[in-house]
Structure formats: C-alpha cells, structure tokens
C-alpha cells in the first residue's frame, strides 16, 4: 500500500486491504498507480512507500522518495567557449592595454604580446569576450563530463580509420611488389618460396582471426549470475583436463599433507620415484630454487641489516633494499677477491707452479725405517723437533742468552743478568751483584722502618688551659675582671632566655680575654654532670 492516508478504518476494511496487498505481491491483482499513472511495486515495503503526514498525499505515490524540491536557480548549462559580444573600433578606456578587450586586463590577456599594444595605436581592437556566471548544483559541481561535446570523439574515430585504411594500402603495395618479383624471378625454388610469402602477406588478418579461433579450445559455456538475472557467459579454462591433480599422485594417508584451502602441499608425494621422471616434487623444492632462493637471501639481509641500525624495510621500501643487497654483494665480492690476493701473495699459489717430481709426491727413499705394532718409529729416524714460525737463538743487546730463559716473581728475563726488562742492556755477573746488594739493602730499610713504627711514642702529659690551650707559664687571672666576666655571663644568658629585651642596634665586643674563657668555662653546664642541677 503506497497511500499516506490516515484515515480511520475498520476491522473489516483492514483485514479486505491485507489481502489485497497479498494479491497484488502474488500477482493475481493489478498493481496500485500513482497520480503520474504509473505502477508501484508491491513488494516495496510500507515504511518506504508510506508518505509522511505532513505531506497530505491524497492519493498513493512515491514522490516523496524523490527530490521533488528542486531550485529552479540551480542550471546544468555550461560555458560557450570562445564566443564573443563586441568588437569596439577605438580604444576604450579600462580595456585591455594589449589587445584592446574589456572582458580582461593586460595580465590576464592570453593574445601574443604586441610591440605597440593597442592602447597607443587603437588598431586591432580585439573583440570582448562572453563572460557567463552559472549557479551550479551539487551534482553539476562534480560532474567531470560538464560541458563536454561528444562530436569531438569523432575525430579520434577518424584519426584511427586512417590509421586503418594506411596499414591497408600498406599491405597492398607490399603485396603488389612481391608479386612483381615473383614474375621476374624463373628460379623454381624462388617460386615456391614467394608463393609461400605471398599467401603469408595475402593472409595476415585471415592469420589472426584463425589463431583467435583456436585459442578458444579451453573455453567453457556457462551460466554467470549478473545484476539482472542469469546470463549465457564465456568462463576460460586455466587447466588442461590431462593433469593430474596434486593430491591424487600419491593416495596413501600418511604421505605429503594436502591443504585445501591454500591448495598447496609442501613435501614430494612421490619421494621414492625417479627425480628426472616425476613432474612435480611438492612446493618446497620451489622455495629454493630459482628467484624464491634469492628473494629469501634479499630478506635476509634486509633483517641483519635493519638489526644493526640500517633504516631499511623490505615492505615499505623494496627497491632500496634490494639496491643495499646489490652493493653488499659487489663489496663482500671486492673483499673477498683481496683477502684472495693478498693470502697468495703472501703464502703464494701451489697450483699455480711447477709440478712437484714424482720421487717426492709419491715418498720414497732409500732410508732404512723400522716401526712397531702402534706404528711408533724405532729406528731409522729420530724424530724431528717442531720449528716455531719466530726466529730462534737471537741474541740482542749484548745478552747471552734469549729472552724467557730466567723466571722469577712471576716476571720473564734474561738468565746472563736477571734483568725482567726487555729492551735492557745486558750487565753480565756485575749487574746481577748489584742487584743483590740493591735488594738486601732495601729489605734492611723495611725492617727498619718496621721496628721504628712497632716502637710505642712517649708521650708527655701537658697542663690545659681553662679554655683549652695549653697553659703558660705565665698566665695570672685577675679577680676582679674575673668577677666582672661573671656578671656579664649572667648578663648574656640572661639575654639568651628573653630575646625581646634585646635593643635594636647592639654591639658586640669580640675581644675575649682569660677571664672571660675562666668565667664562661665556669658557667657551662656540663650535662653529663650527675650534680649539675645542685649548681646553680
């Protein structure tokens, strides 16, 4: 029901337009039709074809699914490109200073540049331009095909009818000239040979219209479900009907695992069978073989190379990647070349000399050489001390022996001397005496000093003074400035237990004398003193 009516029904009725709208969806009643006089589909449902009520629709339709409020400023016209208006025949003032036009300034102007513009020689007064403003809609605003002419695409359909029809011509005078050539030609073989071209040259479309013919033997016709219904569509078949499928080469259950959904299995079906007779060995001889193995290696590098701090990715920038693995190779080569060079060069290349004679590739001698049951020699040869790669028995800096031959304190020296320094000049018997005197009399400072330091200082007992010097000899305290010391002691604490009584401006008198340190030592509290609340 596409009616918008709200009026008030009856059971009855409700229950007559149910089935009415069943017979309409079944097709056994003739469809509703709106006031423009067309159908509406049943089968759209009540809350789509239901107008609001604020509409008022007296009768079924579906206007209000469209845009039926339309503004009538909005246009679908276009520019007319390159009109023009008027043609003035003098200067006017506020044109154009080059070509004369009103419609635009001599920045904008798209004329050639004049030598004289037309301001000073009101010549050639250029015509003004139809200057056109269009209120677009939102769909004018986007659409890209705005304004386009499709009568221009008819010269692209000319541009390549001519290109056609000269390939022909083409063809046809190469034609003709083989023909001609065929006629001069008496040679027999030359004849079969031209009638050969000439019917390869006569057939050239014929050629690929019967090999577009025989490509089509892998087609297969079926049906392809489309947006309006089942159609008849041509499907080609990528597999040739005589393979035999992967997972049918070997049918027992505990060989190669097959995964349906990835179609792949990695593992050969037939590991026992011949390698030159079987057509396929699972997907992992694949993976390396063939570019596979140099991708792998490629993403190798690029995560060896990203470990150690190279800002390189394999997904998000390939072609760097692979150029870093390019330059690696040529360097890892290059180094690998040197090191070649340089172990030659120093050790030297045994293929590349003489050959060796034959005595001695093959040992033999005439030496006589007994060996026992182990293969230990017993006689014939004694056996031969290993020679170190260093220089041996080398004597320098007037030493006698080689460096190593003494040991002592954990140190390697010369024997000839006992000296553990290695670039030192050998001093013979007298440098190992002085040595030795050296050494013990350095122990006799040790123990000396051993004994000195072992020896308890005596120590003097000393008189303090009351303030914590040492008494004078001397020192006499005055009673009376000592009595004195002490009122003002009494004074200063005094001072210290009240702080507002203390004036503004105070001076201090920094000079301490003896009887000041006495009065003050007299009036300390000692607080690990057990009477020191009995004193004052």
């Known amino acids: ?64 699914q469209r845009k039926w409020k339309s503004d009538p400023n909005y246009t679908k016209a276009w520019y007319d490109r390159g009109a023009k208006i008027y043609q003035a025949d003098k200067y006017r003032k506020g044109a154009c200073e080059n ?61 390549y009818e001519q290109r056609d029809e000269a390939r022909r011509k083409y063809l046809k005078e190469q034609q003709l000239k083989k023909i001609e050539e065929k006629n001069n030609n008496q040679n027999a073989e030359d004849e079969v040979t031209d009638d050969e071209d000439d019917e390869d040259a006569l057939k050239v479309d014929e050629a690929k219209v019967d090999e577009s013919k025989q490509m089509d033997f892998a087609k297969v016709e079926k049906r392809v479900r489309t947006t309006g219904g089942g159609s008849t569509g041509t499907v080609r078949n990528l597999r040739i009907r005589e393979d035999t499928a992967k997972y049918l080469l070997n049918l027992d259950v505990n060989s190669a695992y097959y995964d349906p959904k990835t179609r792949s299995m990695r593992e050969d079906p037939l590991p026992d069978v011949d390698p030159n007779e079987k ?88 030496r006589e050489v ?32 080689v460096w190593g031959s003494w040991w002592k304190d954990h140190q390697w020296g010369y024997k000839c001397c006992k000296q553990t320094i290695r670039n030192s000049y050998c001093t013979g018997a007298a440098g190992i005496e002085a040595a030795e005197a050296a050494t013990d009399l350095m122990k006799a400072n040790i123990a000396r000093k051993e004994a000195i330091e072992a020896t308890p200082a005596s ?52 000079e301490v004398t003896t009887e000041d340190m006495e009065a003050y030592r007299m009036k300390k509290v000692h607080h690990d003193d057990p009477m020191k609340d009995f004193l004052h």
Not at 110 to 134: L, N
């Open 370 to 401: 007994e060996y026992d049951r182990a293969g230990r020699i017993i006689k014939g040869q004694e056996m031969a001390l290993p020679r170190s790669k260093y220089e041996e028995d080398v004597y320098i800096n007037n030493h006698t022996t």
């Open 1 to 64: 029901m596409a009616t918008a009516s709200v009026a008030f029904k009856s059971r009855e009725d409700h229950r007559k337009q149910l089935e009415l709208e069943e017979a309409r969806k079944a097709g056994l009643a003739p469809a509703e039709v709106d006031e423009d006089g067309k159908e509406i589909n049943p089968h759209i449902p009540q809350y789509m074809s239901s107008a609001p009520w604020y509409l008022n629709a007296e009768r079924p339709s579906l206007k209000h």
């Open 99 to 159: 070509c004369g036009a009103m419609t635009h300034d001599s920045k904008s102007c798209m004329d050639r540049p004049r030598k004289v513009g037309a301001k000073w020689t009101s010549k050639h007064i250029a015509p003004d331009e139809k200057i056109e403003t269009f209120e677009l809609d939102y769909d004018g605003k986007r659409d890209r095909w705005n304004g386009y002419d499709p009568g221009t695409y008819a010269r692209v359909i000319e541009m």
């Open 279 to 366: 057509f396929y060995g699972g997907d992992n001889q694949y993976r390396v073989s063939g570019q596979a193995l140099d991708f792998k290696q490629l993403n190798i590098h690029a995560w060896e190379a990203f470990e150690k701090g190279q800002d390189i990715h394999m997904q998000a920038a390939p072609s760097q990647a692979e150029l870093l693995f390019k330059n690696y190779k040529v360097i890892k080569e290059n180094l690998k070349s040197k090191t070649k060079d340089t172990i030659m060069e120093k050790y030297g290349n045994a293929a590349s000399e003489e050959e060796l004679p034959r005595e001695l590739l093959l040992g033999q001698s005439e």
């Open 459 to 510: 120590t003097e007992e000393k008189r303090l003074a009351t303030w914590g010097t040492d008494i004078p000899d001397d020192l006499v305290l005055d009673q009376k400035l000592l009595v004195e010391a002490l009122k003002k002691e009494d004074e200063r604490k005094k001072e210290e237990r009240d702080e507002r009584k203390r004036k503004y401006n105070v001076r201090w008198n920094d």
